[in-house]
């Protein structure tokens, strides 16, 4: 049985989100969490309604996509118990996973090329979280909350 991921994009990250769910589907499970086309649809609710998928462990981890990342970003990090991580390189993607515990990573569909944005995924997916202080740290976030 294949690992299972969740993906979703708002319309400005459909285009990648497509060529990421494509390419991942032949060693994972990929539930698509939407958007479908390239027409207009709000990004909050997409990406909202997906982390709360994440929460409820239907999926372990999910790639969120919109035009920059910035705004998937945002939005998935107002959800207590997720970790959203914008990442725009592997560096970054491996250090969200191994300092952070990531259980989001997104991505700007805009901005980064389809081989790139595979290089990140792969590596996101990949890397392990080392515990030790940086647990630690994780709950010194968690003890932010209002």
């Known amino acids: 049985m294949k690992p299972k991921l969740g993906i979703a994009s708002d319309h400005g990250g459909f285009a990648l989100k497509e060529f990421l769910r494509k390419s991942l589907e032949e060693s994972f499970e ?19 309604d997906a982390c709360r998928k994440v929460l409820a462990g239907e999926v372990p981890k999910l790639i969120a996509l919109c035009g920059t990342g910035i705004g998937a970003s945002i939005a998935a990090n107002r959800i207590p118990g997720i970790r959203a991580a914008l990442c725009h390189d592997e560096f970054t993607a491996e250090m969200s996973r191994r300092h952070n515990d990531a259980n989001v990573l997104v991505l700007g569909g805009r901005v980064l090329g389809t081989d790139l944005a595979l290089r990140i995924v792969q590596k996101w997916i990949n890397t392990d979280f080392e515990g030790g202080r940086h647990e630690r740290r994780l709950g010194l976030i968690e003890e932010q909350k209002p």
Do not use: H, L, N, W
């Not at 969490?33 to 990406?47: L, Q, R």
């Open 30 to 48: 990929v539930v698509d969490y939407g958007t479908k086309s390239e027409a207009s649809v709000d990004y909050p609710v997409i990406i909202g």
